[in-house]
């Protein structure tokens, strides 16, 4: 079954968002981002630009087949509130989801990953999405980047 975890209360999600794409990328992970066609362009150039040191490889998933199949890193917008994909995947290891609505086909994927900021209507959209996997029967695990501030 898919693994499904959340990263919570995220004060700056492309920051966060890139570094965890530099790990999965030096760890050769497979790693479909999913989210509205805006905030991917704004990932997009925040992956030229996160590091004077290192660039984080990656396409979009309506480049070539080649291309989508050889990278890391696959930007894959949905339609509007649907989540809908919108291109077919080159592989289905880990989906790091933007979206405000479940991503459709999350369920093909090894991991799902929830990114959640700290704006209020980011919260209460990871919260439906929450509830709706659990009603589903996955098991979710709670990454609280408050805990594990207050924690440090």
């Known amino acids: 079954m898919t693994e499904v975890a959340f990263h919570f209360n995220v004060p700056d999600k492309m920051n966060y968002v890139c570094r965890m794409l530099r790990k999965a990328s030096q760890a050769k992970a497979r790693v479909v ?16 630009t996160f590091s004077a040191h290192s660039f984080i490889a990656h396409c979009w998933s309506t480049d070539d087949f080649t291309k989508t199949q050889l990278s890391c890193v696959v930007l894959q917008p949905t339609e509007a509130e649907t989540s809908q994909i ?3 995947l080159p592989h289905h290891e880990i989906l790091l ?4 609505s479940m991503p459709e086909g999350y369920e093909t994927f090894e991991r799902v990953i929830e990114v959640v ?16 996997y659990s009603q589903r029967g996955y098991t979710l695990v709670k990454h609280d980047l408050n805990a594990k501030s207050v924690a440090a």
């Open 33 to 48: 981002v999913s989210g509205p066609p805006e905030e991917l362009q704004s990932l997009d150039e925040a992956l030229w």
């Open 117 to 132: 900021g700290l704006a209020e209507e980011d919260k209460n959209h990871a919260r439906e999405r929450w509830k709706t």
């Open 86 to 88: 919108t291109a077919p």
């Open 97 to 100: 989801n933007l979206a405000p």
